[in-house]
């Protein structure tokens, strides 16, 4: 079992920068594929970022160029670092794990076995 505690959301002008960060214990941090996704009221949850045990990593179009993710291994610990922050990247971000790699894409959420509880990020215009 893994357990997923986000945290560094919050309330940003357009333009502006916040860094997620998802803290991990339960399992050895550094086998997990961690992924961020993200949800708006009444849709379905969007892929943004993710990150193999090995580091390598894929971005959603809409974030690429952005949005950064990044793992820290000693700290049990991934980042999303988003710049350029737009009113459209307003909605809850979630994390998730993965236990094990994955040999194909990473954008499906159904490929991950653990969530977060969300975090709201909002941006203002």
């Known amino acids: 079992q893994v357990q997923l505690v986000e945290s560094g959301g919050g309330l940003v002008q357009a333009g502006g920068s916040l860094r997620l960060s998802c803290a991990a214990s339960g399992r050895t941090f550094s086998s997990l594929v961690m992924g961020w996704f993200r949800r708006a009221p009444g849709k379905e949850r969007e892929f943004v970022a993710a990150?193999?045990?090995?580091?390598?990593?894929a971005y959603a179009d809409s974030v690429k160029g952005r949005f950064t993710i990044s793992r820290d291994n000693a700290k049990n610990t991934v980042y999303l670092q988003m710049n350029g922050l737009e009113p459209e990247d307003t909605t809850v971000y979630f994390c998730?794990?993965?236990?094990?790699?994955?040999?194909?894409?990473?954008?499906?959420?159904?490929?991950?076995?653990?969530w977060g509880q969300g975090t709201q990020v909002t941006v203002s215009s």
């Open positions: 990150i193999r045990s090995g580091g390598s990593t």
């Open positions: 998730a794990a993965r236990s094990g790699d994955y040999g194909l894409g990473l954008k499906s959420p159904s490929i991950y076995h653990y």
